[in-house]
Nanobody, 123 residues
């Protein structure tokens, strides 16, 4: 699978952005999907994940209540709606796919990664 993220940019604190991830391949709907981020000088961290069916979503504590992940299997799309953004959300955001059903917030389980999209939140 190939993954391409879009939708990043510069936003003021308190603002919103919606990231999109377009996946290629007919098997997309069989993969769980995740969003991860990496800030300069920090390790990659989990943000959110969604099961292959879209029935289950998982969020890191740092984004619960502010971010919402969804997917559109008919069009091979995954979204991350980010509201109430904070300067500490600034990072490169990556979309990833995993042929897994458990532990979906663990980056090591993911098989395919996009190139990332930059999100910058100004104070």
């Amino acid at each position: 699978a190939q993954l391409v993220e879009s939708g990043g940019g510069l936003v003021q604190a308190g603002g919103s952005l919606r990231l999109s991830c377009t996946a290629s391949g007919r098997a997309f709907r069989r993969y769980a999907m995740g969003w991860f981020r990496q800030a300069p000088g920090k390790d990659r961290e989990s943000v959110a994940a969604i099961s292959w069916s879209g029935d289950s979503t998982y969020y890191a504590d740092t984004v619960k209540g502010r971010f919402t992940m969804s997917r559109d299997n008919a069009n091979n799309l995954v979204y991350l709606q980010m509201n109430s953004l904070k300067p500490e959300d600034t990072a490169v955001y990556y979309c990833a796919a995993a042929y897994k059903t458990d532990g979906l917030l663990r980056p090591a389980l993911y098989d395919y990664w996009g190139q990332g999209t930059q999100v910058t939140v100004s104070s």
